[in-house]
T-cell receptor, first 117, second 114 residues
């Protein structure tokens, strides 16, 4: 059974703190993603990674960084948390696409609810 | 980059009626279009997907259609049931360098009235 695990489900952090959100997948997937989910805005892509030590910016990378030192682990880092980063964060993984028209299912973690006060 | 628009944001239908959710995308190179269902407090889960070489796909009460020329795709749920109440997200896959990132729509909250 597919598994994407986000170690922290609920966090409360103070403004200016450094925050680490950890995500581990056990499917040997090449692609991993971090999204944030806000009401009315859907799932917005922050960063994604297609290989170890490789990363690409998504649509809203400002204020975030990521780390992919091992294939199974993709970390999201808030260097200095701010109140506008209060949100639900979803990690996901998928296998690589294989040719034109191929699809690749994304598997999501349970989500991490972050409140910055 | 790719932009995915989804409508409506909320939808309420009588149990047994049909529900239709529509999405448009901007990048003509997008070639894979999944739909995800997120029940309250749970993670999004894939319910159906369609590839760019297919115009329509059905799975029991759920169907998706794709119009590549117009760059829009739709989710159709027939004979709706209470357990269909959830938030639904459409998405489009867009190739970026060596990876394929998936961009989501803003979601549709579907409510089924008994």
């Amino acid at each position: 059974d597919v598994k994407v695990t986000q170690s922290s489900r609920y966090l409360v952090k103070r403004t200016g703190e450094k925050v680490f959100l950890e995500c581990v997948q056990d499917m040997d997937h090449e692609n991993m993603f971090w999204y944030r989910q806000d009401p009315g805005l859907g799932l917005r892509l922050i960063y994604f990674s297609y290989d170890v030590k490789m990363k690409e910016k998504g649509d809203i990378p400002e204020g975030y960084s990521v780390s992919r030192e091992k294939k199974e682990r993709f970390s999201l880092i808030l260097e200095s948390a701010s109140t506008n980063q209060t949100s639900m964060y979803l990690c996901a993984s998928s296998p690589p696409g294989q040719g034109v028209g191929a699809g690749n299912t994304i598997y999501f973690g349970e989500g991490s609810w972050l409140t910055v006060v | 980059g790719e932009n995915v628009e989804q409508h409506p944001s909320t939808l309420s239908v009588q149990e047994g009626d049909s529900a239709v959710i529509k999405c448009t995308y901007s990048d003509s190179a997008s070639n894979y279009f999944p739909w995800y269902k997120q029940e309250l407090g749970k993670r999004p889960q894939l319910i159906i997907d369609i590839r760019s070489n297919v115009g329509e796909k059905k799975d029991q009460r759920i169907a998706v259609t794709l119009n590549k020329t117009a760059k829009h795709f739709s989710l159709h749920i027939t004979e709706t049931q209470p357990e269909d109440s959830a938030v639904y997200f459409c998405a489009a896959r867009n190739r970026a360098s060596s990876a394929s990132k998936i961009i989501f729509g803003s979601g549709t909250r579907l409510s089924i009235r008994p």
